[in-house]
């Protein structure tokens, strides 16, 4: 039986890596789906995979204004929501010493300041037993000198899914993290590093991890669809870790 049948979700950072693989399986499970990104060529590239009756907005996911558009767009095409994934995030290096206000501005900005008010805006359409999903990262429970923001960026998004977790399953609404380790995707891949270096850390990552290998995007969508659908019931204010182990290794 589809796990989602006659349910409706929101996928933020749809149209790539962990978002689009998701919404894959999302739809296969019998979702409606709204994605979001900032492409217009890879939202129409994942529309082209996923349907026509995927709604796919333009949207920067830190920006207030657009995150109301967006809302009201989801609104007036479906009227209510089930499931919101937060996905949509920056990864850039912001080694101390070189780091700018304008690159701490913009990854707290997407990562947190963008989640805390999707889902602020997106509270009136949510139905009872909704799921809200918050992708974090490994790197928020480790040190990661060279991504300190992200990872700060990643580690309020855990204290924020605790928080809201409490606020809303009142409101019969569940809050609930993926938190992946090293997946490979085209964000990963697109990482803003020299090609020496970038090869340098993905053979590191692989020989330090114990799994000896990055992850799927598919295998975090699985973990996403758990969390989305009534197997996760009673699974309130957790955050799932998909890392193959690696935080078994990097972790102090
Ligand atoms: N891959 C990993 O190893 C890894 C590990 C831990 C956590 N994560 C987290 O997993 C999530 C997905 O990452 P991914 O690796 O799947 O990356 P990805 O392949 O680059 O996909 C990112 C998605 O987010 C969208 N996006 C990025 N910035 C946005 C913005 N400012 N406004 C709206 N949409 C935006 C992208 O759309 P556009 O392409 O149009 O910008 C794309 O759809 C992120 O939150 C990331 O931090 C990834």
């Known amino acids: 039986m589809n796990k ?58 830190g920006c207030l204004n657009e995150i109301e558009a967006m809302l009201a767009q ?10 919101l994934f937060l996905n949509a995030g920056i990864a850039e290096p912001t080694p101390l010493e070189q780091a700018t206000e304008a690159q701490f501005d913009s990854i707290m900005r997407v990562n947190f300041k963008g989640v805390f008010f999707t889902i602020q805006k997106a ?12 992708t974090t990262s490994i790197t928020n429970r480790s040190g990661t000198p060279n991504f ?22 009142g409101r019969d609404i569940r809050v609930n ?10 964000g990963f891949n697109r990482l803003p590093l020299p090609s020496e270096v970038f090869h340098a850390i993905k053979s590191d990552i692989e020989d ?9 995007p598919d295998e ?16 309130v204010g957790e955050e799932i870790v998909v890392d193959g182990g690696m935080t078994l290794v990097c972790l102090p």
Request: proline fraction near 4%; charged fraction near 20%; avoid cysteine.
């Open 177 to 186: 993290a993926i938190n992946p380790g090293p997946i490979d995707t085209e």
């Open 74 to 83: 989801v609104d007036q095409h479906f009227g209510k929501l089930d499931i």
């Open 148 to 169: 300190s923001v992200y990872a700060a960026s990643k580690a309020a998004l855990r204290s924020l899914v605790q928080s809201l977790a409490l606020t809303l399953i």
């Open 208 to 216: 330090r991890s114990p799994i000896k290998r990055f992850g799927a």
């Open 123 to 134: 509270l009136p359409l949510l139905k009872p037993k909704a799921s809200i999903i918050v």
């Open 4 to 61: 989602l049948n006659g349910k409706t979700a929101l996928i933020t950072g749809g149209s790539s890596g962990i978002g689009l693989a998701t919404a894959r399986l999302f739809k296969a499970e019998g979702a409606r789906l709204a994605i979001t990104g900032r492409d217009r060529e890879r939202l129409a590239a994942a529309r082209a995979q996923l349907g026509d009756d995927t709604l796919t907005i333009v949207s920067e996911a």
């Open 220 to 235: 975090v969508a699985k973990v996403a669809l758990f969390l989305a659908s009534e197997d996760s019931a009673y699974v």
